[in-house]
């Protein structure tokens, strides 16, 4: 095939080049040069014409983007699990295929969550900074006294893979009893973990730990509001690699300013990032990363194959390998 007559593929960020040169191999492929993501109007200009568009969740796919694409598109693919960016519904109707990357970076976010839910109950970021500063005088006492782990109670919300994941190092390394939350039990993890299926309100008054690994929609969208922070007990630790949209951000900042509960660790924000001059921004009770979940290179390596793969199947018309439904 001649690079003139093969297929057009955008891509709106620079990604891992192993994926790049598979995609290379049968399409023309541009990549968004810039740092930062293509504005709406970059977005609609460099996607027209193209059968292929190789999406992040800063990059909103609705009807208006698709149209303007054209008729030809084929494919779409987001390079990250959640696909809340993209109208499926608009897609599917297009006759668009729509894939994810999921599945590899599960290991990596789940790491990511253990080691927000260990910095912030450690207090290890407000240790770390008394030492930069010279502000480390001597051993105190009572000096930066954080909460136990071995043998508390971790709860889930969203028994998915990822969560799954967490649970298994907590119950394995802590010997953490395990509560969670999800549509229906799942028999895995009650066979790995000892885990008990209970509804929402069960959970947040009986753990130590909760950490959100649920998708984002319209149920779950602002779940952890001001009354749902009530019923948590005051030395809980929060952990949120999931959306932040999961999450009432001024519940929980009321929550830590007044001591409600003991500390949240988050890798999500809204918006993000968060301005520096953001309230939890300088909270010291509040960790937060800058969405680094799946920020291992095994894992960013191996969802640039499977975006391409994705977009390759789309671009020849077959069925994705990691297709939304």
């Not at 006492?141 to 994941?165: H, N, Q, S």
């Not at 921004?281 to 191996?302: F, M, N, T, Y």
């Amino acid at each position: 095939m001649s690079p003139q007559s093969r297929p057009r593929v955008f891509v709106t960020r620079q990604i891992p080049e192993k994926g790049l040169e598979c995609l290379r191999q049968v399409a023309k492929v541009e990549v968004w040069p810039g740092d930062m993501p293509p504005n709406r109007d970059e977005l609609l200009r460099h996607a027209e014409g193209c059968q292929g568009l190789l999406t992040l969740l800063s990059d909103r796919v609705d009807g208006e983007l698709l149209d303007q694409v054209g008729p030809q598109l084929r494919v779409v693919c987001n390079y990250a699990v959640g696909f809340n960016n993209i109208d499926v519904a608009a897609a599917q109707q297009r006759g668009v295929a729509v894939g994810n990357t999921p599945d590899v970076l599960t290991d990596a976010t789940a790491d990511l969550a253990v080691t927000l839910l260990l910095a912030a109950a450690r207090r290890l970021p407000e240790a770390i900074d008394q030492v930069r500063h010279g502000d480390w005088k001597t051993w105190e006492p009572l000096g930066l006294i954080g909460v136990d782990l071995t043998g508390k109670t971790l709860g889930i919300i969203g028994m998915g893979r990822i969560g799954l994941a967490v649970a298994c190092r907590m119950h394995a390394g802590w010997s953490m009893d395990v509560l969670y939350t999800a549509r229906s039990p799942k028999p895995e993890a009650n066979q790995q973990v000892g885990g008990r299926h209970v509804d929402l309100d069960t959970l947040l008054a009986n753990s130590d730990f909760i950490s959100v690994h649920c998708p984002l929609s319209d149920e779950t969208r602002g779940m952890l509001d001001a009354p749902q922070f009530a019923q948590m007990r005051s030395h809980v630790v929060l952990v949120n690699t999931a959306r932040g949209e999961v999450i009432d951000q001024p519940a929980l900042l009321k929550a830590l300013t007044e001591k409600k509960i003991f500390a949240a660790g988050l890798d999500v924000t809204t918006p993000e990032p968060l301005p520096p001059e953001h309230p939890l921004v300088g909270l010291p009770q509040c960790v937060i990363a800058p969405h680094i979940g799946s920020a291992s290179r095994d894992s960013r390596e191996q969802m640039a194959m499977i975006a391409a793969n994705n977009i390759i199947a789309g671009l020849n018309g077959r069925p994705l390998p990691h297709a939304v439904s």
